[in-house]
């Protein structure tokens, strides 16, 4: 259900009212004291955000902005992939110096 502006003709007074489109428009102002006629103003209304796939506002960017972001996350995912391999290295040499250790102890 939308939003409509009015304004009072006698008094100038501004205001919203929140109504269904098939509602009757408003015909008198909502000030104490004036009930003068309303108009109904042409807005701008609110801002439309699409949610879900294909709905991203980076789904319009410009093209140059689009290729710097997939160089970006290249890169990113390189840098990822590295420090997973060193982690990997690090834990494999770590279980390889406490098999020694254990095998120190037994003998």
């Known amino acids: 259900m939308p939003t409509y502006e009015y304004e009072c003709k006698k008094c100038s007074f501004q205001f ?4 269904s489109i098939t509602a009757d428009p408003v015909k008198t102002c909502r000030k104490v004291g004036c009930r003068g006629r309303v108009r109904r ?4 209304g609110g801002g439309l955000l699409f949610k879900g796939s294909g ?3 980076t789904d319009y960017r410009s093209d140059s902005y689009q290729k710097g972001a997939k160089a970006e996350s290249k890169s990113d995912s390189q840098a990822s992939d ?3 391999s060193k982690s990997d290295s690090n834990a494999n040499n770590t279980k390889k110096d406490t098999k020694k250790k254990k ?3 037994k003998n």
């Open 16 to 19: 919203e009212e929140f109504q």
């Open 41 to 44: 103003l042409i807005s701008s």
């Open 55 to 57: 709905f991203y506002e």
């Open 82 to 84: 590295s420090k997973e």
């Open 103 to 105: 095998v120190e102890k």
